[in-house]
């Protein structure tokens, strides 16, 4: 898929310098474009998606980390320019924001709903969110305060190279997970986590309950990806690989065994990789967003 032929979001926010990306161009992909992203949760290892201490209120994501208190509303930079990237990278970033954005608008209209797109903010290095500081160590994550998705595009490079998952679908998976976390947070998902988080008897229940929201972010990703595809042809031969490859390759389970040797159940905040992958592939198969309920049953 030749994703340039596509047109880019206007909700992007360059933090990037002049925003010329450096010239990098993504490699592994089709066309030149490849995926990745990274997150450090201590001896959980590398996860993938919104920064557990932000989602639910600075809880212990990990043992020996976190704090008690929720985040609070924070000073952000100055806004920089909403113009679309002119470099590979963020034009691809700002191509898969369009998508989600024409996908998610007429499935909330659907049902009477109105989409509010999120802004995307391309950064190096590190920046600020509203919900406190942003770092490429950190990997993607989306901030419900401020309803923006943070994302250093050098995390493609470090996805291909560390995790092995390449590709241009891979990593637009990736980013329909962050926009599924707004979607989540549309909804009213996210702040009754954070409220249950708070009433939470311990570490093990909060943390199923941040496997439950990453799990149903996936699938949002695959619902997303059902309609885009049904909209406007993305897949070709081995995309749905890359997508699953890259949702396998981040499972807590595979994280801790590779970082510690051994797997911790109840320390999952993203769930075990055939979870992922498991609801992932739900969301494409059904396009349902109904189908998504993590929150019913086991997962």
Known sequence: MRWEDFR??????DRRGDGGGGGFRMPGGRGGLGI???IIVGLVGWALGINPAILIGGLEAINGMGGGNAPQQQAAPRPGP??????????FAAAVLAQTEDVWTELFRAEGKTYQDPKLVLFSGATRSACGGAQSAMGPFYCPLDQ???????????MKSRF????DFAAAYVIAHEVGHHVENLIGILPKVQQAQARASSRAEANNLSVRVELMADCLAGV????????FRILEQGDVEEALNAASAIGDDRLQKQSQ????????????SQQRVNWFTRGLKTGSMQQCNTFSGPI
């Open 224 to 231: 997303w990806a059902y309609h885009a595809n049904a909209r």
């Open 148 to 158: 923006k998705v943070y994302l250093d595009l050098s995390f493609f490079q470090e």
């Open 8 to 13: 880019s979001s206007d909700n992007v926010e």
């Open 82 to 91: 909403q113009t679309p990237p002119k470099d590979d990278l963020g034009r």
């Open 261 to 272: 040797g051994y797997a911790v159940p109840d320390s999952f905040t993203h769930g075990s």
């Open 164 to 167: 092995k998952a390449p590709g």
């Open 36 to 38: 990745g992203t990274i």
